[in-house]
Antibody
Framework: QVQLVQSGAEVKKPGASVKVSCKAS????????INWVRQATGQGLEWMGW????????GSAQKFQGRVTMTRDTAISTAYMELSSLRSEDTAVYYC?????????WGQGTLVTVSS | DIQMTQSPSSLSASVGDRVTITCRAS??????LAWYQQKPGKAPKRLIY???SLQSGVPSRFSGSGSGTEFTLTISSLQPEDFATYYC??????????FGGGTKVEIK
């Protein structure tokens, strides 16, 4: 069965960076895009960006351009999202999702807390 | 970018009620819309894809309709386990993906 398993919660100081991993299993990793979506506490879902695991091509929402980096290691079927220059407003749960047309599978989420 | 306007943002209903949630796209998206249910502390779960196709394992009381710019999620008879937040998602011009703002369904 398809699974996306993310790394654990992180606490970071303002200005730092965070890197979240997302290990895929149950399907061929390079066949479907991985996207990243975040959700602040009590708020809605916000799309951050996409990555084609086969080519490594990426793109992000304008809001995150210059701050987000999405990479992958195809040997271990793992995608990564790194967000830099963290501020308090980046405190949220970050989800990796598989896209097959729409989003069909979600990771369990990773809570990133930005606090001094 | 396409904007998705979801309404209402919240509603109160009783068990057994028929509930309807609407998403309106800022431009036509054919049938490239999905609906998700999210419970507190959990990742969203897909209910409907391609506007009206029921995800495997999802109860038949959930249904979706619409095409173009107006879409509806209907719960025909609300059950206790359906109290949650619901989101629409358009993927017509992916990337990007665009979510609606969400609808919180609460117990009356």
């Amino acid at each position: 069965q398809v699974q996306l398993v993310q790394s654990g919660a992180e606490v970071k100081k303002p200005g730092a960076s965070v890197k979240v991993s997302c290990k895929a299993s149950g399907y061929t990793f390079t066949r479907y895009d991985i996207n990243w979506v975040r959700q602040a506490t009590g708020q809605g879902l916000e799309w951050m960006g996409w990555m084609n695991p086969n080519s490594g091509y990426t793109g992000s929402a304008q809001k995150f351009q210059g701050r987000v980096t999405m990479t992958r290691d195809t040997a271990i079927s793992t995608a990564y999202m790194e967000l830099s220059s963290l501020r308090s407003e980046d405190t949220a749960v970050y989800y990796c999702v598989r896209v097959d047309g729409a989003v069909d599978f979600w990771g369990q989420g990773t809570l990133v807390t930005v606090s001094s | 970018d396409i904007q998705m306007t979801q309404s209402p943002s919240s509603l109160s209903a009783s068990v057994g009620d028929r509930v309807t949630i609407t998403c309106r796209a800022s431009q036509g998206i054919r049938n490239e819309l999905a609906w998700y249910q999210q419970k507190p502390g959990k990742a969203p779960k897909r209910l409907i894809y391609a506007a009206s196709s029921l995800q495997s394992g999802v109860p038949s009381r959930f249904s979706g309709s619409g095409s173009g710019t107006e879409f509806t999620l209907t719960i025909s008879s609300l059950q206790p386990e359906d109290f949650a937040t619901y989101y629409c998602l358009q993927h017509n011009n992916y990337p990007p993906l665009t979510f609606g703002g969400g609808t919180k369904v609460e117990i009356k």
